[in-house]
């Protein structure tokens, strides 16, 4: 017999015992008594779960306490509470407690009627992706308008519009059972968790993203990041190239980025986006929608080795000068750019110096008007003769016309553009035809205002070289200013102070040489800068970028300073002063009678008395007819003009809040 060790023979006792309590015990007579099955069918002959989910279970497998058939109403077990459905789904009896629902929505809240419960796979389900809108709308429909926003959405619109039902429905994205607020960490659509939800749709677009700036700040598990619903709204995610949610990217992008966001506010592509402009650049044409980087980083679209690409998307040959436009340039910064720097504070000062001198100009002679007409200084400008003096010819009517059309059409296209911010602009802009028409006639305006100015150029030319005629650029018959007009600014101010008579008119007067000087200062430096702005890659090509920068600074102040003076100075001169109130129609009727022109010109009068011209300058006065058209035109003009004057206060007024 082998000598056998104790440890082997304990081990060998082990396994016996083991083996011992594998084997199956004899089965133990139990006195349960079997369920009857009863036939519902007998009195419930309008009830039928055919065609549910539950199509093969019994009646009594949710009608637990049902024993026997004759029963009463209060046996049957109350289909509301979720204990009945948690004995079969006990995962969803366990994820419901703790979700947004628990204690707020029963089973049949969003299953429906117990006798009818689809699979969502059924397009009849209530929980199918179609339906979910209704079944999760009828408790979150009035919640914010939720459900109103993911209807209009991209996704509401594939999946109900297009019948798509792999667009995303409410289960998508918040999940059935385990829908957790979106503030919870562990919610689906919580920030640490919403780039990758969204991802399990758009993959290429995450694997974009996360090499971003943003995707990298994400990644690393840094809190302030955005992720893809800090910029699409979660429910009323549109289509981000065209309409309201493409010119929303950039009031998103400002959210955090509010240093560049009030600069790009203040350029052409900001203001013009604001007014409705879709072709305009938002951040994300420039930065990218998803793959923004620092300009410093080789791989970023801002940087300086790939704005060629990047501006190309939109701009035709450009040159290095053009790439260097610093499309967040702040004029109001001198370390931003000096030399914008101070041509902005150059328009400012000649702003402040025009509307200041001018200002205080309008104000005096109006209170010294206001007396001469009580007093009644102005009673010769009436005519009582009926004879008139022609002061403008035909072609000079044609022209002052033409200025006043094209003039009205540059402001009421170009100031909502200045002023885009005020309440009236977007307003215009509509009225006009939106931000593309308006843009459109600014430009005809503009080649109209250049036709004149040069049309006027040639005929200056053709009567002094061709006609040899004298005194176009010196004396009583010239625009150019004269010591007289010197003379006639000091003697005006002593007859507003009433401390001296009223200067004698010649054929100009120095307001008037003003107004006149300033198109040619006008057109020089409104047109030019205008020029630059339209056409940028032939400027740029010889000239550096910032000159683009501070082009648009002198065109937007520069034409705030022309129409400023024009609706408030120009007018008041010409119409709006109690001698001429409420129109002087001289520049339709190109006469005027020959009592004002005594009394307001009394110099050229006597000259045209000395040299025997009167009798050949005498016209007869404008027929009812045609002054009746003239006051039509003239108070339209008017009226626009001091519609848009008011606009510009309003405009300036928003500037300062």
Known sequence: MPNISPFAVGLRVLAACAALALLPLPAVAQDVPEKKEINCARCHDDVSHAGSVHEEQACQACHTNVEKPRHKAADLADLTGDAICAQCHSMAARQLPKSVHGGAAACVDCHGEPHDIRPPSELASTMSPANQIKTCGGCH?????????????????????????????????HGNHRILPIEDDKSATSASHAPELCGSCHALVLDEWKTSAHGAGWTAGNDETPVCTTCHESHAIGDPTVGATRLGIVDECGDCHGELYTSYRGSFHGKATHLGMETAATCSDCHTPHANLPATDPASSIHPDNLDATCGNCHEGMSAGFLAFDPHNDPTDPNDNAIVYWVF?????????????????????????????????????????????????????????????????????????????????????????????AQLLHRLAAIGTFGYFFWHLSILAYRFFVKREKGLFWGPNSMTPQLKDGKDLIGNIKYFLYLGPRPAGDRWTYWEKFDYLAVFWGMVIIGLSGLMLWFPGFFTSFLPGWVLNAAYVVHSDEALLATGFIFLFHFFHTHLRPES???????????????????????????????????????PPPTKGQMTKIYILGFLAVAIGLALAAGIFIGLLGMTH
């Open 581 to 619: 109130f409420p129109l002087d129609p001289v520049v339709f009727t190109g006469s005027v009678p020959l009592e004002r022109f005594k009394d307001e010109r009394p110099l050229e009068y006597q000259r045209m008395v000395d040299n025997g011209t009167l009798e050949a300058h005498l016209v």
């Open 345 to 437: 504070m150059f328009m400012i000062a000649l702003l402040l110096g025009v509307f200041g001198f001018f200002g205080l100009h309008a104000i005096l002679w109006l209170q010294r008007a206001i007396v001469g007409a009580v007093r009644g200084e102005y009673a010769g400008h009436h005519s009582e003769s009926g004879q008139y003096v022609r002061r403008f010819r035909k072609v000079d009517i044609r022209m002052h016309i033409l200025i006043i059309v094209t003039f009205l059409t540059l402001a009421a296209t170009g100031l909502p553009l200045k002023f885009d911010n005020a309440p009236w602009a977007i307003t215009l802009v509509n009225l006009l035809g939106g931000p593309e028409m």
């Open 141 to 173: 429909g009035k919640q914010d308008g939720l459900v109103e926003a993911y209807i209009e959405s991209v996704h509401g619109q594939g999946l109900l519009r297009s019948g798509l039902t792999v667009s995303p429905s409410c289960a998508t994205c």
